[in-house]
């Protein structure tokens, strides 16, 4: 059974367009993937991501995806006066949406991913999940992905 949702205006029931109103807009997601395999935990890594975000745009998408319950922040161990962001559980069980738009863009359009890195990871989705979930709950901050090379290094 699926736990009791809040109640909250939306254009309509239906979760798709729940989901696309939460995070489908042009940057969430590539904030969320940066959370999620790329070790990303500060506002200046996400700046310097090369996806060349503005830093206002960066700022309003970290604000709504914690507002949404995706993204939180806590003090940084190091120095308890900078935040870094965090997936939530929320966040983190996006996991699956962004392997399978992973997938499907390298499989369809000319892409920076590696053939045989995408191919290993189509092969063993679930490993590659845990692994992404292991390094979320343990603080691992080693990317399970690099940055993948310029568009057109390759069909994936």
């Known amino acids: 059974m699926l736990p009791e949702k809040p109640k909250s205006k939306h254009?309509?029931?239906c979760p798709v367009s729940i989901a696309l109103e939460t995070f489908g807009d042009r940057w969430s997601l590539l904030i969320i993937r940066d959370l999620?395999?790329?070790?990303?935990?500060?506002?200046?890594?996400?700046?310097r991501s090369g996806e060349r975000i503005a830093t206002n745009i960066l700022a309003d998408r970290l604000r709504r995806l914690q507002a949404s319950g995706i993204v939180t922040t806590e003090a940084d161990p190091a120095d308890g006066r900078r935040l870094n962001y965090r997936l939530t559980e929320k966040g983190i069980d996006l996991?699956?949406?962004l392997l399978e738009l992973l997938i499907?863009?390298?499989r369809h359009e000319d892409t920076g991913a590696p053939c045989a890195t995408i191919q290993e990871i189509a092969n063993n989705r679930e490993a590659v999940l845990a692994e992404v979930r292991r390094r979320w709950r343990d603080r691992d901050p080693e990317p399970f992905l690099p940055a993948f090379q310029n568009r057109g290094a390759g069909r994936g």
């Open 104 to 106: 499907w863009s390298a």
């Open 95 to 97: 996991a699956p949406v």
């Open 36 to 47: 999620m395999v790329r070790g990303y935990r500060t506002f200046k890594e996400f700046e």
């Open 11 to 13: 254009r309509s029931g």
